[in-house]
């Protein structure tokens, strides 16, 4: 079970070799986050990522600062601020999701059918068992 494990996170750093420049994988954690919630706060945005607040506020300037992220006064309170990815960070995660993408179709095309088909009932069984447990905030 261990050298399964191993390798399916093999799989997936093949994947993330992809390279998330010029984030570092927590900013990348970060934008994935505010891809899927938008308009959160930035106590929300740290219990997506498990973090804590004043390390996600520094993590937010450095987005802010290569213009991936925006700070939006918020509805719900003067105190607050609603964070949201600009169009820069939006067009970066798209382009970065497309040649991910890419690097995966062209390893698939080069598996066999029956390599293809084992491997989709696999991925269907783990993804529907991950759902049933309800996996940590962040992790996906």
């Given at each position: 079970?261990?050298?399964?494990?191993?390798?399916?996170?093999?799989?997936?750093e093949s994947?993330r070799?992809?390279?998330?420049?010029?984030?570092?994988?927590?900013?990348?954690?970060?934008?994935?986050?505010?891809?899927?919630?938008?308009?959160?706060?930035?106590?929300?945005?740290?219990?997506?990522?498990?973090?804590t607040?004043?390390?996600v506020?520094?993590?937010c300037?450095?987005?802010?600062?290569?213009?991936?992220?925006?700070?939006l006064?918020?509805?719900?309170?003067?105190?607050?601020?609603?964070?949201?990815l600009?169009?820069r960070?939006?067009?970066?995660?798209?382009?970065?999701?497309?040649?991910?993408?890419?690097?995966?179709?062209?390893?698939?095309a080069?598996?066999?059918?029956?390599?293809?088909?084992?491997?989709?009932?696999?991925?269907?069984?783990y993804r529907?068992l991950?759902?049933?447990?309800?996996?940590?905030?962040?992790?996906?």
């Amino acid at each position: 079970m261990a050298s399964l494990a191993e390798l399916f996170e093999a799989v997936l750093e093949s994947v993330r070799d992809v390279s998330p420049r010029p984030l570092s994988v927590s900013q990348l954690r970060a934008v994935v986050a505010l891809d899927r919630h938008d308009g959160v706060n930035l106590r929300e945005l740290a219990e997506q990522l498990d973090s804590t607040p004043p390390l996600v506020s520094r993590l937010c300037d450095r987005l802010e600062a290569v213009g991936f992220l925006e700070r939006l006064p918020s509805a719900r309170s003067r105190r607050e601020l609603t964070l949201r990815l600009s169009d820069r960070g939006r067009a970066y995660l798209r382009d970065l999701r497309a040649r991910r993408r890419e690097r995966v179709q062209t390893l698939l095309a080069k598996m066999s059918p029956a390599g293809r088909a084992a491997l989709s009932a696999g991925l269907r069984e783990y993804r529907d068992l991950a759902d049933a447990d309800g996996d940590p905030p962040g992790t996906r």
